[in-house]
Every structure is written in structure tokens, then in C-alpha cells.
């Protein structure tokens, strides 16, 4: 039976080494492939028991393949501010055609034509917390409430004005306003000041100044159209030294808008020309066109007019053991009883990493590491198809001795 034994133990062998060299054959093809974990085969012993005297039975070898998956691979810069890399712990949470989520450490995403959404080149769709109803409660060991990261969905949008001010000089040689004066027109400087409401429109406002007092100023705003019903209003007072000391603001409700809050403690009345300037947020209907990542998975969508505003966040998955994750085709990772449930968290909390835009995580292979693995299954492949070639020859011989 010994001779029966070195033939398994022989063939045991080989095939140990060919799954070791199907691993670096694995490695080798994914040496460039974002956010892979390399594979090894790692062995151990199967003895049979012999007793400690008489024949002895060569037992075999047994193959356990391990996924460094807990291994970072090298971040590299690219040249997508759409690319993704986790510095440090945690995975991305997918999903596929189904709708089935997955891990995955490939954040080589880009905008599918289709639907609008981000899809990495396993063709995994990216899932995020919208942030259109405010602070995302994620549940922390299920992907529920994620939805595809997709700024699309934002549309345009018109901001309405909000705050607003008004600086400069108010002239102190602008005499007091008297109504009754020939040619009196109701106020003594005139200036205007663009707002927006809340579908966009600019609206341009009447500033109306009117010097009641030495040290005193009456601010009011009109909209054109009805010159005679005042928004708002705020009575400006000086001191000694031509700075605000009271009424620096005014809130002007504005038609079909927002009240906007005017700061005016801006303004000085010193000797001199009257010269005042004024700003005003808010913008007219502005479209997406395109996005940004930060640290903390924020994904805001940018404006034409250049403004972002943040419309998901993008959360990272972890595990208590991440080497016993289940492998997937397309580089992505489903939770076993070995790896532990998933706990979802954002970047920078709970040990997790941070979210790196514009970067992408390599591969953790080491070619010249797989190249010497290759050569050692090679020259133990070759010793083990010779114990076999010998077992083999030493059987031969003993069934000719019965001829």
C-alpha cells in the first residue's frame, strides 16, 4: 500500500501547485486592474496514521486560498474628478442590474450615458444617502435608504435671494430733505439693487435715501412697478465720525421671493460725492454640470454660474474580517458568515478612511513577487510529477517480479 500511497501523495502535490500557479495566473491578469486583491494558496498537511513502526503511508496535501483583501494597494493621481479612492478602511457599497448590493474597492466610476448614474467598470452602480430632505440616518448594519448616486436629479434650480448689502459714501454735504422745496421728488439719492425670487427672475429695485437729519438717513426699497408700496425700510443714524451707530439693516420682503436681509452697516457719511455699491445672492435658473467629491463623501453637483450644492453622501461599508469576504466576478465582495455582517458608516468615523477624488486605489500585487512564486510551483510541480514517475516505476517493477 506504501507504493499506492506515494502515488496520491505525488498527485496531491501537483495539484496543490496547480491551484498555486492558478492564483498567480489570477494575480498576474489583475496586476492592473483597480482596487484587486491578490489571491495566494496557501498549504497544509494531511498525514495519515502509520504507527510508529512498519509500512508508512505518505499522506497528502491539502489547498486553502486566501484573498488579501484587508491589503491596500498603492493610491495613484488620475486625471477624473469622478475616480475614487478610500485611504484607509472601509469599501464602496454597489449594486448591480438587479439591484443587488456589493463591496468593492474599485472606484474607477464614471457617468453612465443612460441613466445619469455613477457606474465603475465592473458596471457596479455607486449607492449614496440623498441629501434633498437633510441629514441622511443611515442604518448601521444594512444599505437600506441608499439610492444611486445620480446629481441629474438636481435639475436646474433657481436660488432667491437672501442677504444682500449695501455700502459707500452717503455725501455729508447732501442737505436735509425738504419736501416742500420746488422740484422736491421724494428722496434725495436714488440708486437701484438686482434680487432674484423664486423662480429665477431678476427684479431690480428702487433704493430710496432721504436725508431727514444732520446725521440721519431714510432707506427704503420699491419695486418699480409699485412705486408707491415700500418692501422694506430702516432709518440709518451717523455718528460724529460718518460711521453706522443704528438702523445698519433692513429686511425687504421681495414680490414672488425670499426676505432679503440687507446689511447696510457698511455705509460711512463722510465729506465728499455720494457713491454707494450693493450685492445681492440668489441667481437665475442654473443647470448641472458636473460634480465633486469630498473628503467626508459629500457629493455636491456644480452649477454653470460655478456654485455646488451638496446632493448625496456617500457612505463606506466595513466588516470585522475583510480576508473572509466572498470574491464576485466584476472585483466586488458579498459578506459571509466568516467575514461578519456589514456595518455602514462616512469616511473618517470608526476607523474608516477618507474619500480621495481624482485618485484611484492599484491593485496589491507585486509582479516580481508572483514571478518567483510561479518558478518555485514550477520547479515543486516538476519534483512531485517525479516522485510520481518513480512510485510509478518502483510499482512496475513489483508487479514484474510476479511474472
Known amino acids: 500500500m506504501s507504493l499506492i500511497g506515494v502515488l496520491r501523495t505525488g498527485v496531491s502535490g501537483m495539484n496543490a501547485q496547480s491551484n498555486r500557479i492558478s492564483t498567480v495566473a489570477e494575480n498576474i491578469q489583475n496586476a492592473n486592474t483597480t482596487g484587486y486583491k491578490r489571491t495566494s494558496a496557501e498549504f497544509s498537511s494531511l498525514l495519515l496514521d502509520s504507527g510508529d513502526v512498519g509500512t508508512y503511508n505518505s499522506g497528502a496535501v491539502e489547498t486553502t486560498l486566501r484573498r488579501s483583501i484587508g491589503e491596500r494597494g498603492p493610491i495613484s493621481s488620475t486625471n477624473s474628478d469622478k475616480d475614487l479612492a478610500i485611504q484607509g478602511n472601509g469599501f464602496f457599497v454597489v449594486r448591480d442590474e438587479s439591484g443587488a448590493p456589493f463591496l468593492t474597492r474599485a472606484g474607477n466610476f464614471v457617468v453612465d450615458g443612460k441613466s445619469g448614474n455613477l457606474v465603475n467598470a465592473g458596471g457596479f452602480t455607486l449607492l449614496g444617502y440623498s ?10 448594519n444594512g444599505v437600506a435608504d441608499l439610492k444611486p448616486v445620480n446629481v441629474n436629479v438636481m435639475g436646474q434650480e433657481a436660488r432667491p435671494s437672501t442677504n444682500a448689502t449695501v455700502s459707500g459714501n452717503l455725501s455729508y454735504e447732501t442737505p436735509v430733505y ?7 421728488i421724494g428722496y434725495s439719492k436714488k440708486n437701484s439693487l438686482k434680487v432674484y425670487d423664486n423662480v429665477g427672475q431678476p427684479l431690480i429695485l428702487d433704493v430710496q435715501m432721504t436725508k431727514t437729519s444732520t446725521n440721519t438717513w431714510s432707506v427704503k426699497f ?3 412697478a409699485a412705486p408707491t408700496v415700500s418692501l422694506g425700510s430702516s432709518t440709518v443714524t451717523f455718528d460724529g465720525n460718518g460711521k453706522v451707530s443704528s438702523g445698519g439693516s433692513a429686511n425687504v420682503a421681495v414680490p414672488n421671493g425670499r426676505t432679503v436681509a440687507v446689511d447696510m452697516s457698511g455705509l460711512t457719511q463722510l465729506s465728499g460725492a455720494h457713491a454707494l455699491t450693493g450685492t445681492a445672492d440668489g441667481s ?3 443647470a448641472v454640470t458636473g460634480t465633486a467629491f469630498g473628503e ?6 456644480i452649477y454653470t454660474d460655478g456654485t455646488r450644492k451638496a446632493a448625496f453622501k456617500v457612505p463606506l461599508a466595513d466588516v470585522e474580517s475583510p ?3 466572498s470574491p464576485r466576478a466584476g472585483n466586488v465582495f458579498t459578506t459571509s458568515t466568516a467575514s461578519g455582517d456589514v456595518q455602514i458608516g462616512f469616511a ?4 474608516r478612511g477618507t474619500l480621495k477624488a481624482g485618485s484611484l486605489e492599484q491593485s496589491n500585487v507585486d509582479v516580481s513577487t508572483e514571478l518567483t512564486t510561479m518558478i518555485e510551483s514550477q520547479t515543486v510541480y516538476t519534483a512531485n510529477s517525479k516522485v510520481f514517475m518513480t512510485g510509478n516505476e518502483l510499482l512496475e517493477t513489483l508487479m514484474n517480479l510476479k511474472r
Do not use: E, H
Open 348 to 351: 473618517g468615523q470608526g476607523g
Open 284 to 286: 437665475a435658473p442654473t
Open 323 to 325: 480576508d473572509n469576504l
Open 222 to 224: 420699491f419695486d418699480p
Open 296 to 301: 467626508d463623501g459629500t457629493v455636491y453637483a
Open 131 to 140: 441629501l434633498a430632505n437633510g441629514a441622511p440616518n443611515p442604518v448601521l
Open 178 to 184: 425738504d419736501p416742500t422745496a420746488a422740484g422736491a
